[in-house]
């Protein structure tokens, strides 16, 4: 049994057993690379994925979020869009979280 293997910039191709399978690679640079995305743009992905999420929910008959669950959503969602590099840190000191409430 024999493998060849090819190397290219983008993708590498293997032959095994008179099969020829090439894999993509999506390479990544060391430089930051920051989207310039606003938080109307964040929040309309947020609305959309808590509509997903609350159809799932009523399909198969579980509990809808609460507003605390959607306080976390919104901040884990934004923490998880920084350690991507698709907003700043800035940014999220700056946004107000939509989904937070008070008692007063």
């Known amino acids: 049994?024999?493998?060849?293997?090819?190397?290219?910039?983008?993708?590498?191709?293997?032959?095994y057993c008179n099969m020829v399978l090439i894999i993509t690679i999506i390479?990544?640079?060391s430089a930051i690379f920051i989207m310039n995305i606003t938080k109307s743009q964040v929040l309309?992905?947020?609305?959309?994925?808590?509509?997903?999420?609350?159809?799932?929910?009523k399909n198969i008959g579980a509990?809808?979020?609460s507003k605390l669950d959607k306080v976390?959503?919104?901040?884990?969602?934004?923490?998880s869009l920084y350690r991507d590099n698709i907003i700043t840190q800035s940014q999220i000191d700056r946004w107000s979280n939509p989904y937070e409430y008070r008692n007063y």
């Open 1 to 15: 049994m024999r493998v060849y293997v090819h190397v290219c910039d983008s993708y590498i191709t293997v032959h």
């Open 72 to 79: 976390f959503y919104w901040s884990s969602y934004t923490e």
């Open 27 to 29: 390479l990544y640079t």
């Open 63 to 65: 509990k809808p979020m």
């Open 44 to 57: 309309w992905q947020v609305r959309y994925n808590l509509k997903v999420d609350r159809m799932k929910r």
